[in-house]
């Protein structure tokens, strides 16, 4: 297969985490990398001198990673910076899932993190999470890492065609505590799709029970998740090697739904270059709701520290891919500021390659260094 590209397109407004949305409140709650805990922001200490503000020849970024796939592809990112600067530290710091992170940059327990588009647009309007413990304060946007691409597929004989479908079966987001059953349900439960949402009955099971459950027929429907053109999550792919399964055709009020929703972006991808397990679901093209993960600097994290980042998963992108294909695959820098909104400051570091790059969008806002 190819080097993926999957850069296709975000929303206008616009196997990780989101802490459970049970039922239908569409809430979202906290946000966990692949079934993490979420985390609440810990015992509030700082960190101890990785606040990136050295000279010249001595610029360092911790960098907050939730474990499982955002950690492999933090990893990867650090092996290149080892391989491909001379000037740049670069840490990866264990923290606990999107929300967490954002909640232990807010304060100053390490000056970068990776966390999602869905999260901070959260913490921004004080939803979920946010609302019953805010920040002061969200990080700013450095540049696009890789997308979790969301979708729904049926069990053969259910009768189940379009999404509204839906309405009255057994569907299964996810297990609560994921990023993709979140957005998912934040997606589905505003207008135009809330009234199919509200009738449909929410799976709450472990990834581990659920394909067993689908084979035994207590799941109607899943959403079926990864990032495209290199793998689906486990037990996606198990559901397919046991049960047919079948693609449901998105209406057009998911589709509005799903382009309306500021924290999601979306995707259209060739089945083709992006198969569940070898299978054939029955549709050429699938459309897809995103939830875009990102690398952040707080506004103490040094400009020239944030800049050489950014040089190097440019101009090194191939070194991080070798790592990790997860991560973005980027031809150029425009590429970079794929998934960054109006809404969201960009650094001041990031600002400036955009610009040394001639990628800089003058619609976007440039953040504020502390």
Same mark, same amino acid.
């Given at each position: 297969?190819?080097?993926?590209?999957?850069?296709?397109?975000?929303?206008?407004?616009?196997?990780?985490?989101?802490?459970?949305?049970?039922? =239908?409140?569409?809430?979202? !709650? #906290?946000?966990?990398?692949?079934?993490?805990?979420? *985390?609440?922001?810990?015992? $509030? /200490?700082? @960190?101890? =001198?990785?606040?990136?503000? !050295? #000279?010249?020849?001595?610029?360092?970024?911790?960098? *907050?990673?939730?474990?499982? $796939? /955002?950690? @492999?592809? =933090?990893?990867?990112?650090?092996?290149?910076?080892?391989?491909?600067?001379?000037?740049l530290d670069y840490s990866t710091?264990?923290?606990?899932?999107?929300?967490?992170?954002?909640?232990?940059?807010?304060?100053?327990?390490?000056?970068?993190?990776?966390?999602?588009?869905?999260?901070?647009?959260?913490?921004?309007?004080?939803?979920?999470?946010?609302?019953?413990?805010?920040?002061?304060?969200?990080?700013?946007?450095?540049?696009?890492?890789?997308?979790?691409?969301?979708?729904?597929?049926?069990?053969?004989?259910?009768?189940?065609?379009?999404f509204d479908d839906l309405a009255?079966?057994?569907?299964?987001?996810?297990?609560?505590?994921y990023s993709t059953r979140a957005?998912?349900?934040?997606?589905?439960?505003?207008?135009?799709?809330?009234?199919?949402?509200?009738?449909?009955?929410?799976?709450?099971?472990?990834?581990?029970?659920?394909?067993?459950?689908?084979?035994?027929?207590?799941?109607?429907?899943?959403?079926?998740?990864?990032?495209?053109?290199?793998?689906?999550?486990?037990?996606?792919?198990?559901?397919?090697?046991?049960?047919?399964?079948?693609?449901?055709?998105?209406?057009?009020?998911?589709?509005?739904?799903?382009?309306?929703?500021?924290?999601?972006?979306?995707?259209?991808?060739?089945?083709?270059?992006?198969?569940?397990?070898?299978?054939?679901?029955?549709?050429?093209?699938?459309?897809?709701?995103?939830?875009?993960?990102?690398?952040?600097?707080?506004?103490?994290?040094?400009?020239?520290?944030?800049?050489?980042?950014?040089?190097?998963?440019?101009?090194?992108?191939?070194?991080?891919?070798?790592?990790?294909?997860?991560?973005?695959?980027?031809?150029?820098?425009?590429?970079?500021?794929?998934?960054?909104?109006?809404?969201?400051?960009?650094?001041?570091?990031?600002?400036?390659?955009?610009?040394?790059?001639?990628?800089?969008?003058?619609?976007?806002?440039?953040?504020?260094?502390?």
């Open positions: 297969m190819k080097r993926r590209k999957f850069l296709y397109g975000t929303a206008a407004a616009g196997i990780a985490g989101l802490a459970g949305c049970m039922g =239908g409140d569409g809430d979202g !709650g #906290g946000t966990t990398d692949d079934g993490g805990n979420g *985390g609440n922001g810990g015992d $509030g /200490t700082t @960190d101890d =001198g990785g606040n990136g503000d !050295g #000279g010249e020849q001595n610029l360092s970024l911790r960098v *907050g990673t939730s474990a499982g $796939g /955002t950690q @492999d592809v =933090g990893l990867a990112v650090e092996r290149a910076v080892s391989q491909a600067s001379d000037i710091i264990e923290s606990p899932g999107y929300i967490g992170t954002i909640y232990r940059m807010a304060q100053n327990q390490f000056n970068a993190g990776i966390t999602d588009n869905n999260s901070l647009n959260k913490a921004l309007d004080g939803r979920g999470r946010f609302g019953e413990q805010p920040v002061d304060r969200i990080p700013q946007y450095g540049f696009g890492a890789f997308p979790y691409s969301i979708y729904v597929v049926a069990r053969d004989g259910t009768g189940i065609e379009t009255g079966a057994n569907v299964y987001p996810a297990e609560p505590g957005t998912t349900l934040d997606v589905w439960s505003q207008d135009p799709t809330a009234d199919v949402y509200e009738e449909m009955t929410i799976e709450n099971m472990g990834v581990g029970d659920a394909p067993g459950a689908m084979e035994e027929g207590t799941i109607d429907a899943s959403i079926a998740y990864g990032t495209p053109g290199v793998r689906y999550t486990g037990f996606v792919q198990e559901m397919a090697s046991r049960v047919d399964l079948h693609y449901v055709e998105p209406t057009d009020a998911l589709i509005e739904s799903a382009e309306s929703y500021s924290g999601a972006g979306t995707t259209r991808t060739d089945y083709e270059d992006w198969q569940i397990a070898g299978t054939d679901i029955g549709t050429d093209e699938v459309f897809t709701w995103d939830l875009q993960v990102n690398y952040t600097f707080n506004p103490e994290a040094n400009p020239d520290a944030v800049y050489e980042l950014c040089r190097v998963v440019h101009e090194h992108n191939d070194l991080v891919n070798e790592g990790e294909a997860q991560f973005n695959d980027y031809d150029s820098a425009e590429e970079m500021l794929a998934y960054a909104q109006e809404r969201i400051p960009v650094h001041p570091g990031a600002v400036q390659y955009y610009k040394d790059n001639d990628a800089w969008d003058d619609s976007l806002e440039e953040g504020e260094t502390a």
